[in-house]
């Protein structure tokens, strides 16, 4: 039953976040096809955030005390149901902007949980596999950039075959599948804490990432990366090849990205030097990578640019879950988690608001400059603290 049920775990996974993917690519791409607002996708994009952010704190209490496995399965079926809500509606009343905001949110509720689970649930899959969780963690990242790769690629040409509205269908048929595929885990897989301990709220997560540095300082690095390469994603590259004249090259460079973070974890997944060492390289090449956006907007620079960056965050990315895997009070994982993906959650917009501005009433090169300073500080926090220079397993 081990291979079944680790297998049940990654095709799960993937799954749940190939419909991730694709529906961040057709949800916008219906919003203004129904409301002829350019403005309205950030419209909605805004008023989810908000419920996106309280849903990750609380919901990772709420996978402490229910279990990892229940929440999944809860989260998947939410998905589903929101994303073919809006398939009814338009079916029949006629998706509006109100519509599109109140079925946005009851999705966002649902998503990171959903992922906050699947990521406290590792280390009991490594395990269960007979498996290191390095090497677990490591392919779950590079299924994490296959999604990235894939989704938008299948969502585009559904997109392109169907109506938008069937997508959407399709879409929450993924959430479907990942809910059947983690029913069909082990009971045992992700059950909940001790009662006593998984009363302690939310709390917990803040106590420990205050008094355990390593995870303080990884929580604040993983933190840090999204705030500096979300703005590469969301503006600096749309304005630069839209300037070139070359949009084909946007694809190619967040292809060759994607490429790039796969390959980086699973590199990290095997290699057998000490995680300080990975750690440096990793750091070094993704600054070097943000740094060549910031030159001249070359094409041929950009494209190797985001090959750097992509193998870069692609062996720092699988190294945070198992630091706080291996720190973290089980009973406690999934708040401090949860915590985690709250932080991701507000960097993005934040990020990219704030280069956006300089983009808009500067320079697009300063804004690719602005996202090279900030990371290269989080770069020099983490060679300098001390939590971060031993960082292999603690004895218990």
Wanted: a positive charge; one cysteine or more; glycine letters at 10%.
């Amino acid at each position: 039953m081990k291979r079944p049920a680790v297998l049940l775990y990654f095709a799960a996974d993937v799954t749940s976040l190939l419909g991730n993917a694709a529906i961040g690519l057709t949800l916008p791409w219906l919003v203004l096809l129904r409301t002829g607002d350019a403005s309205a996708a950030g419209i909605v994009a805004a008023a989810t955030a908000a419920p996106a952010f309280l849903a990750a704190v609380w919901g990772g209490s709420l996978v402490d005390s229910i279990g990892r496995r229940t929440v999944t399965i809860i989260a998947d079926v939410g998905s589903a149901v929101s994303v073919t809500l809006l398939f009814v509606v338009d079916s029949t009343l006629g998706l509006s902007l109100g519509w599109f905001i109140a079925l946005g949110v009851v999705g966002a509720l649902f998503d990171v949980p959903g992922l906050t689970a699947r990521q406290a649930m590792l280390p009991e899959i490594a395990e269960l596999a007979g498996i290191t969780i390095d090497r677990a963690s490591g392919i779950r990242q590079a299924l994490f950039g296959a999604s990235f790769l894939a989704g938008p690629a299948l969502a585009g040409l559904a997109l392109a075959l169907l109506p938008p509205a069937t997508v959407l269908l399709l879409t929450a048929g993924c959430s479907v599948l990942a809910a059947a595929l983690t029913i069909a885990l082990p009971r045992a897989l992700g059950r909940a804490p001790a009662e006593h301990e998984a009363r302690s709220g939310i709390l917990a997560g803040f106590r420990i990432l205050r008094t355990s540095p390593v995870a303080l300082a990884t929580t604040l690095l993983a933190v840090g990366s999204v705030f500096a390469i979300s703005p590469l994603q969301a503006v600096v590259l749309p304005v630069v090849f839209q300037r070139l004249g070359q949009p084909v090259l946007l694809g190619l460079t967040l292809s060759v990205f994607a490429v790039g973070l796969i390959g980086g974890s699973l590199s990290y997944g095997v290699l057998r030097v000490p995680r300080r060492g990975i750690l440096v390289v990793a750091l070094l090449l993704s600054l070097a990578g943000l740094c060549g956006f910031a030159v001249a907007p070359v094409a041929g620079v950009i494209v190797a640019s985001a090959v750097l960056v992509g193998v870069g965050f692609g062996l720092v990315n699988p190294m945070i879950p198992v630091l706080i895997a291996e720190r973290v009070p089980e009973s406690a994982r999934g708040r401090v988690l949860g915590l985690q993906n709250a932080g991701y959650l507000a960097a993005f917009p934040l990020g990219a608001l704030l280069v956006g501005f300089l983009v808009q009433h500067v320079d697009v090169q300063w804004g690719a400059a602005a996202s090279a300073i900030a990371w290269g500080l989080c770069v020099a926090y983490a060679l300098a603290t001390p939590a971060l220079r031993r960082l292999e397993a603690p004895d218990s």
